[in-house]
């Protein structure tokens, strides 16, 4: 019996990434850290294959809200188009919201409270993020394949932008 070949993943990668500015809400040191952390350790390593571009890659991704939609505009490097995905909003409501609500209560912890308190919210948190990062993959399946790792960085940058309404 025989492995079928490897995937050659080399070119399927995002090599910048922009977040629409008319969709950034306000945010604070901590949450602009965290989206900075998250930007530069998403381009140095992630895995992104739009389904279709065949690992004609690398590509940069443009994201944003239009509507009640999550807009992942996805172009090549040379910034030709590939293709623009429109997720619904909905599936991440709860989770972005119970996210900031225990990323708050994290933060405030970090300047009082006991190492073993801190570590405790810390682990809400990550479950959390966690959960965000599997609904994004399972959004995902079928126009772009991302590991795990990419999910939880690209869920970061979600947990920024501005939701209207």
């Not at 801190?118 to 479950?127: N, T």
């Not at 990062?133 to 947990?159: A, M, N, P």
Request: proline share 5%; aromatic share 8%.
């Amino acid at each position: 019996m025989t492995k079928p070949p490897e995937q050659d993943d080399s070119n399927n990668r995002i090599v910048a990434v922009t977040l629409d500015e008319e969709s950034i809400g306000r945010s604070g040191p901590d949450i602009e850290h965290e989206r900075a952390i998250a930007i530069y350790d998403l381009i140095e390593q992630n895995l992104f294959a739009p389904e279709g571009a065949d690992g004609k890659g690398p590509f940069t991704l443009h994201i944003g809200i239009t509507g009640n939609r999550l807009m992942f505009d996805i172009r090549r490097e040379d910034g030709a188009p590939v293709v623009v995905h429109l997720l619904s909003l909905g599936p991440f409501r709860g989770i972005v919201k119970d996210y900031f609500m225990i990323c708050d209560s994290y933060y405030q912890a970090i300047r009082t409270a006991t190492p073993d308190k801190i570590e405790a919210i810390d682990m809400g948190r990550r479950g959390i993020h966690d959960e965000g990062s599997r609904t994004l993959q399972e959004r995902l399946k079928g126009k772009v394949r991302v590991d795990f790792e990419t999910s939880r960085r690209l869920f970061t940058l979600i947990t920024v932008l501005h939701w209207k309404g």
